[in-house]
């Protein structure tokens, strides 16, 4: 709202009305050059040599991205889709409900270590950081026939020191976690092999022929917005000092109970802001320590405070996720409740 | 073009960033409103008592339709997906694609007449008018276990007469095909049963959490300009008389050549002109009627006029499919190849 004339946009009402962008492509290449300005900027990915694609956010990039790694014929035995609890639920439900004959939902990476025979490929997805935990993770599967999928949705300044620029294969980044625009649904993969890319393209357009040019051009503007304000830093800062403050509030609550805790981030050299930090996470991973309260997010609900049971996550129910971001009354009512359930201890 | 005023939008940086409408829904319910406003205007679809969802593009509602009537659990056959040549080739590329334990592309409609026994589930494609060319269908298998996906694309003023509202059970339809703009990537299904609704919108959900509030927006904007015009009636009349100019053209170029012909339309009563009219279809199927001209598509090739193989739309390679919605000046361009086509047979 600071840059209220500047994030606007007029759109004319025939404006990108066909199929294609000037190149023939359903992606418009300007915002791709400004995606990889802002990842050169921040120092959180290298996208040199790489190829990006666009989704309707990152929801449908990691399906896209699991048929692209999965066998093309069925003489292949389906790949087997992993990941490590916690973990984001859609891995799981999505990869499920498209009932496909070439992969399949196996569960836990921890089944898997050293049992990844070349008989089929392993799809790990991994989260750094994770959600619903914040920790900067690594896959833990090895072999030429495992392939990450690396969800990077929380790798900004906002919400994590940011060591050193993410490398990886394929890698996954939505403008939901960046500048909160949930509601736009554009999202971007980063991809080092030109044929997964090619995979990941024909998804895309048999799925949804690309993404709406009107998400496309919001994205544009914003990420416009982005690269003008203190040569691209002040939301950053911004963001930064926000989720800080509300992670300090949120830990000085739960420090005055035995009954709760949070989940434990250690500081990190931050190449972004060139100093060690700690880590800002988008959500607590809260724990209901005793033995007893096998069902934390029912102990919350009766203190009229919502989170997400930690089953979602694949995790104990002694855990329940409560988001950090969402709006400043919403938070500040959060912190009330949580102090006052905390006091009746 | 005409409305340049009212058709702008003017969007502010922070318009609908969350993922939620108010109503807690993906789906914006005025836009829901302005399209069954529209319908009952147009007569084209019964809209009372039915759900309506959206999607991206018509393209996105096409496969959530497949999984939405194809069994759940792995103890039922799979649905059979089956449609009648020519038919647009989406239905058989993405069925394939999305390669699911729990439908199979299987063909035309012909191979399973009177053999739609109750041990599977039949799903059929049926578009009307038909893309490639023009004509109004109606399915052609029967029993409980059919099930249909009603593309209904162009099932407008635009391209035909609307004899009659239709009220199929799970009927299709885009804006890319109304207004031309196929870049938003926005389509609606209109669905009569509730269960194949919730269906639908968990596919929706799962793949992409619904369709960017962007593309509602400009959707929602562009209804408004056509509701406002002429009692809703400016853009179809202007729409009709432009296709209905070039189909009279292209039939008089035609007309002039032995080795070419053209589908026949025949003319129909029209509830939305209330008068007997012509139908004025967005694409020439056009024929090359000698034996030995076995690939139509390269003798127009030849002469410099892009079309569509027959064999993309299941049908022999005698045909091609030829647009009728591009640019006036390339419509011009084209008729002037096919002048010179014709005139050195």
Not at 10 to 16: A, D, E, F, Y
Not at 157 to 181: C, E, N, Q, R
Not at 223 to 243: M, N, P
């Amino acid at each position: 709202m600071r840059h209220a004339a500047s994030s606007a946009i007029l759109v004319s009402g025939w404006h990108r009305m066909g199929y294609y962008y000037s190149d023939g492509s359903y992606i418009s290449q300007l915002l791709v050059e400004h995606i990889k300005k802002l990842h050169a900027l921040v120092g959180n990915a290298i996208t040199e040599g790489k190829y990006i694609v666009f989704g309707s956010g990152s929801t449908q990039l990691l399906n896209a991205a699991v048929y692209a790694f999965s066998p093309d014929t069925s003489s292949q035995s389906p790949a087997k889709v992993v990941a490590t609890p916690p973990y984001y639920p859609v891995y799981r439900t999505q990869t499920e409900y498209f009932n496909a004959k070439n992969f399949s939902y196996e569960g836990s990476t921890s089944s898997w270590i050293n049992k990844t025979d070349s008989s089929s490929t392993f799809i790990e997805f991994v989260t750094s950081p994770n959600n619903p935990d914040g920790k900067l993770t690594k896959g833990v599967l090895e072999g030429d026939n495992v392939k990450q999928i690396n969800d990077r949705a929380y790798y900004w300044p906002h919400y994590t020191a940011i060591p050193s620029p993410a490398d990886d294969d394929l890698m996954i980044f939505t403008i939901s976690k960046l500048t909160g625009h949930a509601g736009s649904r554009f999202g971007w993969a980063i991809i080092k092999d030109e044929a997964v890319y090619e995979k990941m393209l024909t998804y895309l357009d048999v799925n949804t022929m690309g993404v709406s040019r009107a998400a496309q051009l919001r994205a544009l503007k914003l990420f416009d917005v982005i690269l003008e304000g203190d040569d691209g830093k002040e939301i950053f800062k911004f963001a930064y000092s926000t989720i800080r403050h509300r992670w300090t509030k949120l830990k000085e609550t739960i420090s005055k109970s035995k009954r709760f805790s949070l989940q434990k981030l250690s500081s990190q050299y931050c190449t972004f802001f060139k100093r060690e930090r700690e880590l800002s996470p988008a959500y607590a991973w809260l724990k209901c320590e005793r033995e007893e309260d096998r069902n934390c997010y029912e102990i919350l609900e009766a203190a009229g405070i919502s989170g997400r049971e930690g089953s979602l996550y694949s995790a104990d129910n002694h855990y329940v996720r409560l988001s950090l971001i969402r709006s400043k009354d919403d938070f500040d009512i959060l912190i009330n409740k949580l102090n006052t359930l905390v006091a009746k201890q």
